[in-house]
């Protein structure tokens, strides 16, 4: 089992830059999946990025490549989400995730099993 809490948002102009963090407890959590969606007001779920528990395996949402970028300190049991050229599209709710395998479909929320409560991003333009 895993408890997963964010944090590090806020507000940021467009173009800025912004770093999320996901702390998360619970056994075995270098073993985990973890990722990140995000979700607005009137908006649809939508993938962001997703870390497997190896090195190098990642995965991007295509409206982010390019701009964010996602890593993990097993360490510190924390997953980041580096974001940069903020654009005011950004504005939502950033939700971490994680579960104990990688997902052939790894932008399908529904196959993430771990769900933290979000923290807010929003972009000024």
């Known amino acids: 089992q895993v408890q997963l809490v964010e944090s590090g948002g806020g507000l940021v102009q467009a173009g800025g830059s912004l770093r999320i963090s996901c702390v998360a407890s619970?056994?075995?959590?270098?073993?985990?999946?973890m990722g990140w969606f995000r979700q607005g007001s009137g908006k649809e779920r939508e993938f962001v990025a997703v870390i497997g528990w190896k090195d190098g395996d990642r995965y991007y949402g295509d409206s982010v490549k390019g701009r964010f970028t996602i890593s993990r300190d097993n360490a510190k049991n924390t997953v980041y989400l580096q974001m940069n050229n903020l654009k005011p599209d950004d504005t939502d709710v950033y939700y971490c995730?994680?579960?104990?395998?990688?997902?052939?479909?790894?932008?399908?929320?529904?196959?993430?099993?771990?769900w933290g409560q979000g923290t807010q991003v929003t972009v000024s333009s």
């Open positions: 619970g056994s075995t959590f270098s073993s985990y999946t």
């Open positions: 995730i994680a579960d104990e395998h990688l997902p052939l479909r790894v932008g399908e929320a529904d196959e993430y099993d771990y």
